[in-house]
């Protein structure tokens, strides 16, 4: 691997190692043994790999792990009964409703139904206002793992000029919270933006999250930035991020692989969440 490519396995798996050792210590403490559980409505492929890694990550850092899997005519309220019975289960502290759903089903009210501390995935309007506002909470996993690659990659953001392509609640929104509070001078482009590519070339720091192959050209980078690309398409190449990583690579200071990158970290800050999220239920002071 060249040496400006951020390897998210190595930064991920040190995570999972120290989340597993924190685990430990939490529970020889006296600490219940963090649980998370996760809500998979319907048989789509992706979603069930995802899930499956989540569990089977979990299981090795010394968590509980309850997979709730449900047919893809499930109801709204069938679903909102379940994470109600999820919220009064002492033995949960993390609630994750894998997306997407089915499409007659409406998510939005669906993850305002959790708990705000159980809230792994920082998704409920509660944790996604107090991130809005500078204030602890929980925060999504893949944008708090970009953070950890940009920190690993010793990427300065103290008066940056950071780009975020992408507006999503998963990621585009809360990357944008992140970066501003960690001092970058943040522009958010989306679909809508005009002249996108210059947007891009005034940029120290790139995170591209908006789902289109290959969208970030060599041209598009000044020398010496960051990238970091949180694209997953599959494409008859095979895998391939938002980002012509070939073009790339040789302008960027540092940049992310797909895959191998933002991907290998989502999961690590599920896991750092969930513990997180414990310790708040124990009401002990979070670690991060």
């Known amino acids: 691997m060249s040496d400006n ?3 998210g396995k190595v930064v991920a798996q040190e995570v999972r190692d120290r989340v597993k050792g924190e685990v ?3 529970i020889a403490s006296g600490g219940p043994q963090p649980g998370l559980a996760t809500i998979l409505v319907g048989d789509d492929p992706a979603s069930q790999v995802y899930v499956r890694n989540k569990h089977e990550k979990s299981r090795e850092a010394g968590m509980q792990s309850f997979n709730h899997t449900l047919p893809s005519d499930t109801t709204q309220d069938e679903i909102a009964d379940l994470i109600v019975q999820l919220n009064e289960d002492d033995s949960v502290h993390g609630i994750l409703l894998q997306l997407p759903v089915p499409d007659h089903l409406d998510s939005d009210p669906l993850i305002a139904l959790i708990d705000p501390l159980k809230d792994v995935d920082g998704l409920t309007p509660t944790n996604a206002g107090l991130l809005a506002l500078g204030k602890p909470g929980m925060v999504p996993a893949t944008p708090s793992g970009c953070m950890d690659l940009l920190r690993a990659a010793d990427t300065p953001l103290e008066g940056a000029e950071a780009v975020v392509i992408g507006r999503s609640i998963l990621v585009g ?5 992140l970066l501003l509070a960690a001092n970058a001078t943040v522009t958010q482009c989306h679909s809508r933006t005009r002249d996108l590519a ?7 720091v790139i995170v591209a999250a908006v789902g289109v192959p290959k969208l970030v050209k060599g041209d598009w980078v000044k020398e010496g930035a960051t990238v970091i690309d949180v694209g997953m398409n599959r494409t008859d190449e095979g895998l391939v991020g938002d980002v012509d990583f070939d073009s790339v690579a040789p302008r960027a200071r540092a940049i992310t692989p797909v895959p191998g990158g933002v991907g290998q970290m989502t999961i690590a800050m599920l896991l750092v969440n969930t513990l997180e999220a414990a310790r708040r239920q124990a009401g002990v002071a979070a670690a991060r």
Not at 198 to 204: E, V
């Open 24 to 26: 430990e210590e939490f």
């Open 173 to 177: 929104k809360p990357m944008h919270q």
């Open 5 to 7: 490519v951020i390897d």
């Open 198 to 204: 210059g947007h891009c070339r005034r940029a120290d």
